[in-house]
C-alpha cells in the first residue's frame, strides 16, 4: 500500500511538472507508418515532411479536389485514376481548357523511391512535382494565388492544414508537402511475380518463360534498365530510338546537354498493364507493340542508349515476345487499384 | 489553476504518509519529495524572464530601398519610355529577385542583410527591405561595399516548396520545371513600322544568377536608422554592355538554348545596371 503511494507521488510529480510544456502546445500530428513490401529498400522521405496520418489525409483530400484547378472542374484526380495505375488510358491528357498536353500521364506508383519527376526528370521531389501541372496553362491553369486563396477559405481545410502541420495560415508550401505526402503512400509491392518470389503464387509455363528473356542479354535485355524487382526502373534517362530526329527533345529541355536530346526517363513495370498507352507521347496503345519496338523498331539515332545499339534488331520470336509480355502481366498488383487508403476519401 | 491543486493535495498525502509510515519509507518520501519540487520548479520556469534581465542595445536598423528606373525617369504602368538605343517600351509588370545582400567593412566583415526578396515595381509593399544586422563584434563598422546578387540560388532554385518571398503564390516559378523566373518584364514596345508589339522577358536558370558589387560609403551605429537607396535603370539593363534589340526578339521565356546568349547578355548588363544614390 505504502508502496503505492509512493508510485503515485512520483507520478504526480512527473505530470505536474509536465503540464506547462502540455499546455503550450497539441503533441503533433501522428506518425504514418509505411508499410513497405519485402523486396523494396526503405523509402527516403524528405526530413522537412515527413509522414502522418493526418498529412496524408489532407494530401488525398486535396488530390482529389478539383479546387485545385482554375475552373473547379480538374484534380489530380482527372489525369490520375487509380485504376489506370494512376494515369489517364488517354494517349494525351487534355486540361481545363480543352488543350491537348504533349506527354502521356504518368503513372504514380512507388513515387518515394524516384529521384526526380516527369518524363523529362524536370522536377527533383515530390513537392516540386505538384507546384507545375496546377499552373501550367495547359493542365489545371490556375495560378497559385488564387488556388490557396480558395483553400483558406474552407473551414474544412483551415482545420486539416491545421492537424497536419500546426499552421494557421495555410500556404502553397504546405498543400504541395500534403499532396507529396499522400503520394508516397501509392506503394504496390504485391503482384502476382511478388507472390512468386514470397513462394506465394506459381508462374505459367510461358510467364516463366517470359521472365528467362525479360533478363536474357541476347533476347529482351528488359532488365539492363527496368531492374528485376524492387522498383523494375533505374528511373535513368535514356533515347530508346523512338525517332530518327526526336520530334520532344526530352531530358535536353531541362539540361541543355546534346547528350541528353531526346532521353526520357526508364517509367516502372510494376502495373505497367494498367497503363496504356505506353511511351512519352503514349504512341503505342499495347505492350506488344512495345516489345516490338525493342525488337526491331527502334532506330539508329544520335545518343541512342548503348544497351540498343548493339542489339541485334529481330532477335526475339513472335512467341518470346508473347512471353515476355505474359511475365508483364504478372506486375499488375489487383490490392493496389482496390486499395480504399488510395480513393477519394469524401 | 489545475498544477497547483494537484500539488497542494500531493503534499497533504505525503504529509499524512510521513507520519504513518517507518523510517526508511520516511527517508524515500523525503527524497521524493525534494525531487518532485526540483522537477517542478525546473519545469516551470519561465525562460521569458530569463531573456528579459539581458539589457540589450538595439542593432541599427537597415533599410534597402530599391528605385527602378529608366534613365532618371520614375515608372508609371503603360507610359512609354524611350531607350537610348532607340526603341520605345512600356511596363505593366516589373519584378525580380534579389538574393543576399551584404554590407562589406573595411576589415572585410561580411553583413548579411537579407536572403530573398522579390522586389515589384508595382507593389509599394514590394521595393525593399529591411534588417537589423548586429554590428558587435566586428572590426569595423564602415562599409566601403554593398554585394547582392540579381536571382535565385542554386539550392533554392532546385526546390519548388519553399516560404517567404520564394512561396510560388508570387507567380516567379516556371510550369515546365522546377525553379524560379529571376527576372519579369511585361510590357510593349514600338515596331521600326510603328506597330505596338508585345514584350515578355523572363529572365532565369542556374547561367542567369547575377553577382553585382556596388561602392558604398556608410558608417553603422547602434540605435539608429539608415536608409540605402540603390537605383535600377533599366536603360543599362538593355543596354550597358550589350545591346538588346526587342523588335525580332520581344518574347523570351529562358527555356531553350538559343536563349543562352540573350541571357548571358542580359546578366552582363543587369552586372552594371544598379548603383546607389542618395
Redesign the interface.
Known amino acids: 500500500m505504502?508502496r503505492s503511494?509512493?508510485w503515485?507521488?512520483?507520478v504526480?510529480?512527473?505530470?505536474?511538472?509536465?503540464?506547462?510544456?502540455a499546455e503550450n502546445g497539441p503533441l503533433g500530428p501522428t506518425p504514418y507508418q509505411l508499410n513497405i513490401p519485402k523486396g523494396l529498400p526503405p523509402m527516403i522521405i524528405p526530413a522537412d515532411?515527413p509522414l502522418t496520418v493526418e498529412g496524408v489525409y489532407l494530401g488525398r483530400m486535396l488530390f482529389y479536389d478539383p479546387i485545385l484547378s482554375g475552373d473547379n472542374s480538374q484534380s489530380c484526380a482527372s489525369c490520375h485514376m487509380q485504376q489506370h495505375g494512376f494515369t489517364d488510358g488517354q494517349k494525351y491528357s487534355v486540361g481545363i481548357d480543352g488543350i491537348e498536353g504533349k506527354r502521356n500521364s504518368m503513372p504514380l506508383i512507388n513515387l518515394g523511391w524516384q529521384s526526380s519527376f516527369?518524363w523529362?526528370g524536370?522536377?527533383?521531389?515530390l513537392?516540386?512535382?505538384a507546384?507545375?501541372p496546377v499552373?501550367?496553362?495547359i493542365e489545371m491553369h490556375d495560378?497559385?494565388?488564387n488556388a490557396?486563396n480558395e483553400i483558406k477559405a474552407i473551414p474544412m481545410y483551415q482545420n486539416l492544414f491545421k492537424k497536419a502541420f500546426g499552421i494557421d495560415e495555410i500556404?502553397?508550401?504546405y498543400v504541395?508537402?500534403a499532396i507529396?505526402q499522400f503520394e508516397r503512400t501509392l506503394i504496390s509491392g504485391d503482384s502476382k511475380y511478388d507472390q512468386y518470389k514470397r513462394g506465394e503464387a506459381y508462374l505459367t509455363p510461358l510467364e516463366l518463360q517470359g521472365l528467362d528473356l525479360f533478363t536474357d542479354m541476347n533476347k529482351g535485355d528488359c532488365n539492363h534498365c527496368h531492374v528485376l524487382g524492387s522498383t523494375f526502373s533505374d528511373f535513368a534517362f535514356r533515347n530508346t530510338g523512338l525517332d530518327s530526329i526526336p520530334v520532344d527533345e526530352g531530358r535536353y529541355?531541362?539540361t541543355?546537354n546534346p547528350a541528353d536530346k531526346g532521353k526520357f526517363k526508364t517509367p516502372s513495370l510494376r502495373n505497367i498493364a494498367l497503363t496504356a498507352p505506353y511511351m512519352h507521347d503514349g504512341r503505342f496503345n499495347t505492350l506488344m507493340e512495345c516489345v516490338e519496338h525493342y525488337n526491331t523498331g527502334f532506330r539508329y539515332t544520335p545518343n541512342l542508349d548503348p544497351n540498343l545499339y548493339t542489339a541485334q534488331k529481330g532477335r526475339m520470336t513472335q512467341q518470346e515476345r508473347e512471353a515476355i509480355v505474359a511475365f508483364m502481366h504478372t506486375l499488375t498488383d489487383e490490392s493496389f487499384i482496390q486499395m480504399e487508403d488510395f480513393q477519394d476519401p469524401r | 489553476m489545475?498544477?497547483v491543486f494537484?500539488?497542494s493535495n500531493?503534499i497533504m498525502?505525503?504529509s499524512r504518509?510521513l507520519l504513518n509510515?517507518s523510517r526508511r519509507?520516511k527517508e524515500?518520501?523525503i527524497f521524493?519529495?525534494c525531487?518532485?519540487i526540483v522537477?517542478?520548479l525546473?519545469?516551470?520556469r519561465d525562460k521569458e524572464t530569463e531573456e528579459e534581465q539581458v539589457v540589450t542595445v538595439n542593432p541599427p536598423a537597415v533599410r534597402v530601398n530599391f528605385l527602378n528606373r529608366v534613365g532618371d525617369s520614375a515608372i508609371v504602368a503603360g507610359h512609354f519610355y524611350d531607350r537610348d538605343g532607340g526603341e520605345s517600351f512600356s511596363l505593366d509588370l516589373f519584378k525580380y529577385y534579389i538574393s543576399h545582400a551584404a554590407l562589406v567593412s573595411d576589415a572585410g566583415d561580411t553583413l548579411y542583410l537579407n536572403e530573398h526578396t522579390l522586389i515589384d515595381e508595382f507593389d509599394a509593399n514590394r521595393r525593399g527591405f529591411s534588417a537589423c544586422p548586429s554590428i558587435d563584434g566586428l572590426n569595423s563598422a564602415h562599409f566601403n561595399q554593398m554585394i547582392f546578387a540579381l536571382g535565385v540560388d542554386q539550392q533554392h532554385n532546385?526546390?519548388?516548396?519553399?516560404?517567404g518571398d520564394l512561396?510560388?503564390?508570387?507567380?516567379m516559378?516556371?510550369?515546365?520545371?522546377?525553379g524560379y523566373i529571376f527576372l519579369k518584364h511585361e510590357g510593349q514596345f514600338l515596331s521600326s513600322t510603328g506597330t505596338t508589339e508585345p514584350l515578355l522577358y523572363h529572365l532565369g536558370t542556374v547561367k542567369a544568377f547575377t553577382p553585382v558589387s556596388l561602392p558604398i560609403d556608410i558608417h553603422l551605429e547602434n540605435e539608429k536608422q539608415f536608409n540605402i537607396n540603390v537605383k535600377f535603370d533599366l536603360n543599362k539593363m538593355y543596354s550597358a554592355v550589350s545591346n538588346i534589340v526587342f523588335e525580332g526578339n520581344n518574347v523570351i521565356q529562358s527555356?531553350?538554348?538559343n536563349d543562352?546568349p540573350w541571357i548571358l547578355e542580359m546578366k552582363a548588363n543587369i552586372a552594371q545596371s544598379f548603383s546607389i544614390v542618395n
Do not use: H, R
Request: glycine share 4%.
Open positions: 505504502k503511494w509512493i503515485i507521488c512520483a504526480s510529480c512527473f505530470v505536474v511538472g509536465c503540464y506547462k510544456e515532411n516527369f523529362d524536370g522536377a527533383p521531389d513537392e516540386s512535382q507546384l507545375d499552373i501550367n496553362p495560378t497559385w494565388a490557396v500556404t502553397t508550401p504541395v508537402k507529396a529541355i531541362i541543355w | 489545475l498544477p494537484i500539488y500531493l498525502m505525503s504518509l509510515s519509507a524515500t518520501l521524493l519529495l525531487f518532485s522537477t517542478v525546473v519545469s516551470c532546385t526546390s519548388g516548396d519553399q516560404a512561396d510560388p503564390v508570387y507567380g516559378i516556371w510550369t515546365w520545371s522546377t527555356t531553350a538554348p543562352l
